[in-house]
């Protein structure tokens, strides 16, 4: 199986209590574009994470069974207010 490096860009910030979070604040495919983001601050970093090559036909899979799902949830209700 094919992967490849995904670049998720973090930032670190206080909230209104005073904590400090990590907000996901974008997603590159580039090494450079990561790294010039974790250069324009001590707040700013990323995470690598790797993909499947093939995520567009995982994707396309993925939004067909939510359908699916969604279709039977509507047969579903149809048949019960049939029944009433």
């Known amino acids: 199986m094919e992967m490849f490096d995904t670049y998720v860009l973090?930032?670190?910030?206080?909230?209104s209590m005073g904590d400090v979070i990590s907000r996901n604040v974008g997603v590159t495919f580039s090494l450079h574009e990561a790294e010039i983001h974790k250069g324009d601050?001590?707040?700013n970093d990323y995470e690598t994470f790797q993909i499947d090559?093939?995520?567009?036909d995982d994707a396309a899979t993925t939004?067909?069974?939510i359908a699916m799902?969604?279709?039977?949830?509507?047969?579903?209700?149809?048949?019960?207010?049939?029944?009433?």
């Open 41 to 43: 601050g001590v707040e």
């Open 10 to 15: 973090t930032s670190l910030s206080v909230n």
């Open 69 to 84: 799902r969604e279709f039977t949830s509507m047969v579903r209700e149809m048949q019960e207010e049939a029944l009433r």
């Open 63 to 65: 939004a067909l069974v």
């Open 53 to 56: 090559a093939n995520w567009q």
